[in-house]
């Protein structure tokens, strides 16, 4: 090669280099300013729920919800507590035990387990505990022996494995307290995400326990939405006889909470728990306070019942009348309460905000958002446009009785109200337990982080990047006021569904 063609070779390659340098610097640097997480305005929306909901209104007290279809969802939510899809069936039982491979309950914890091996997983797979640091090979395999996988080989229904829970539980995917974040330099990952957060079980609900860990902290229970690891000295083993005693007063009548972390003291002012919105404990009108059961463990911890007042400001008897009026009391006990991933810390996510607000008015609920649609009859408007969407559900949303899924998240249509910015067009109201918004691709998150009150609308004048929820891929209605249309859905029993983490 000529000297000056090497020259000039060399003098283009290493202006190829300077530039990618440039490049990569560049981006490294956007990168590093950029702000993954930032705070949705949320203070611009007005969360006064007697501004929307007046009190005044004498419309607030008409019920919403026909006394025949709420009397149907109050028998599906005896159903899966105390009846034939509950933790304490038998029939049931059965039916999740003698699953085939690989939809058997070894077979789907054991891909639990493995689901969380960092050991050749991909960098976005791969768990942080809360020191930043990634997990070893050992720190999984301490948890897997714990479990010792081969008691849940060839289960039975055994009687003396019905509990109770007696105070509110944490549901662990595995049997730990550790988090398990993926990094949180992807958009959407670290805090508050932890994959391992299932769920919470509130006290006073029914449970089967299908497996102890090898040292006896840790049972694997199914309670009557979903089959979670929660800690064994919150949970009382109980008999037929006080099985019988508690269904029985619990079908005569069910006392639901409506102002969260509510006192619960026995007879004697000994106190045992907060009681939260979406509990609920057999009981009667006592004068002019509920007297509710509430299960303790004896020496033995076996279920024992004791009982507690409660005030009528704090709770109600199911199903309470699904009025505008009484909607905005529970929410009133609900709005502004963080964003808890999975219930955590006894916070609630989106789909747990919507069963805590529906329980007093005995609507049953799964957990799952994506299983939530089907409890009504639903209407998918996954081809529908944005503008279609919100036309659609301001023309035929049911107040406070209309459920929205957008993919990965639900919420509640409240109603139609007058919009500010455009008078001649109603606003769609919806309200929500909400993490936040993001651009499309979701490379940020603007962060609500709380249970609001909040517009459906096209675009958000703080940041016309962010995804609207009428922009979302999936857009699916569900009226609770209607007869479901998917029954088989709702009646399918899917044991790897009820294990699902996500």
Known sequence: MPKKIK??????????ILMGIGIFLSVSSVRANQDLISLFPIENYNQNLNDWIKPGDSEGDKPLLPAPMQEHHLAEFYKHYYGNFSPWDAGYINQLTHKPEPDNLQTIERSIILSF?????????????????????EWINTIADNINLSQLANLNYQAENR?????NLQARGLPTEDVFF??????????PFDNLQMSTVWAGTPVYIFAETKDHSWSLVLTPEFIGWVKTNGLARANNSFIHTWTHAAKKSLIAIIRTKASINDENHHF?????????????????EFKIMIPVANTDHQATIKYAQISTEDAVIMPWSATAHHFSIVMSS????????????????????????????????PRHSSDQVYVGKMMDLGSASPEQRLSYLT?????????????GHVFLYIGNFPNPQDPAHPLALSYQNLWGLSPRPA??????????????????????????????KHFQVSYLDELPNYQLKLESIDLRALMDMS
């Open 395 to 407: 023309e035929n949303g049911h107040r406070f009785l209309t459920l929205v899924y957008i993919g």
């Open 334 to 365: 609900l709005i502004g309460r963080p964003y808890g991933w999975g219930g955590m810390y006894f916070y609630n996510d989106c789909s747990a905000e919507l069963k805590s607000l529906l329980t007093p008015f005995g609507l049953w609920l």
């Open 272 to 288: 045992h728990f907060l009681a939260y919105v979406g509990s609920v404990f057999p009981g009667e009108l006592s004068t002019s």
């Open 7 to 16: 020259f000039n070779y060399y003098k283009c390659l290493f202006a190829l």
């Open 182 to 191: 993926y990094s949180y330099k992807l958009p959407g990952e670290g805090y």
């Open 443 to 472: 490379v940020r998150r603007a962060v609500v982080g709380k249970a609001v009150i909040f517009p459906l609308l096209l675009q958000y004048s703080e940041d016309t990047s962010l995804i609207s929820p009428a922009a979302k």
């Open 163 to 167: 509990a109770i829970t007696i105070d």
């Open 117 to 137: 091996n960092n050991q050749n997983a991909p960098a976005e797979s791969m768990g942080y505990g809360a020191n930043f640091r990634p997990y070893s090979a």
